[in-house]
């Protein structure tokens, strides 16, 4: 997953294993902090998952909130087994962990592979990779958070990216492994409440993986993997 700094440069992320616990003989997978350490750097674990409500493999990196909380996703666990989004707060000298949504496996999908991205509001978005395969919005309310899919493109067409928004608060990903079209980028469109989509590129590569980046002029750039791989532009 992709490393996120804070404010005073230490560096966090996770991984699928590892950890205290016991999944698969592996371990259940970690959150863990790099601080900058005599020309070097110390790591600490903030948070070792224990496969079960808790949520097991995070695969995405962590996002941040104003208020210093953390975000993330993983692939598996949560009160489902589909995986979860959770969250964790600062507490004392530690982190306490919470599942702010667990995956159903039905219209919201499961295995949430992606990361979580933040709007200007403070909703968090995200995908899930298979089952309905959706695009997703988490809402703060009344001290909790609503859930909403925005978008589901249908059976295991798969997306393991984050989305990206640009400018006019459009979000883009891609799509692994696409059940009745072409592997694509996608962007979908806000408008009067609803999201509309608008798909990309056709089959460039075999499974597009990465995450859609945009130039100042609107052009979208992103990798797919196969033989070869391809690093690609759409153009406007």
């Known amino acids: 997953g992709d490393l996120t700094f804070d404010r005073q440069g230490n560096i966090y992320g996770t991984t699928p ?28 674990i903030l948070y070792a998952f224990q496969g079960g409500q808790d949520g097991e493999a995070p695969v995405a990196g962590v996002v941040f909130d104003n208020a210093g909380n953390m975000y993330g996703t993983t692939v598996a666990g949560g009160a ?25 496996g039905q219209s919201d999908g499961y295995a949430p592979y992606g990361g979580l991205i933040f709007d200007g509001a403070g909703n968090l978005y995200g995908t899930t990779f298979t089952g309905a395969t959706a695009v997703y919005e988490l809402s703060p309310s009344s001290g909790g958070w609503t859930f909403n899919v925005l978008h589901a493109f249908g059976a295991y067409e798969g997306s393991v990216a984050t989305l990206t928004f640009d400018a006019a608060g459009n979000l883009y990903g891609t799509l ?4 009745q079209e072409p592997a694509e ?18 089959e460039i590569g075999t499974y597009p993986l990465g995450n859609v980046v945009l130039d100042a002029s609107g052009n979208l750039y992103t990798t797919a993997a196969g033989n070869p791989g391809y690093v690609f ?3 406007p």
Do not use: H, M, N
């Open 17 to 44: 294993d590892g950890g205290s616990s016991s999944c698969a003989g592996v371990g259940c997978g970690v959150v863990y902090e790099l601080s900058p350490s005599s020309g070097g750097w110390t790591e600490k």
């Open 80 to 104: 489902y087994q589909g995986g979860a989004v959770y969250e964790l707060t600062p507490s004392g000298s530690g982190w306490t962990e919470s599942i702010i949504y667990s995956f159903t």
């Open 176 to 179: 692994t492994i696409a059940s």
């Open 185 to 202: 980028v996608f962007r979908l469109t806000p408008s009067g409440g609803q999201w509309t989509v608008t798909g990309f590129a056709g």
């Open 233 to 235: 532009e759409v153009t």
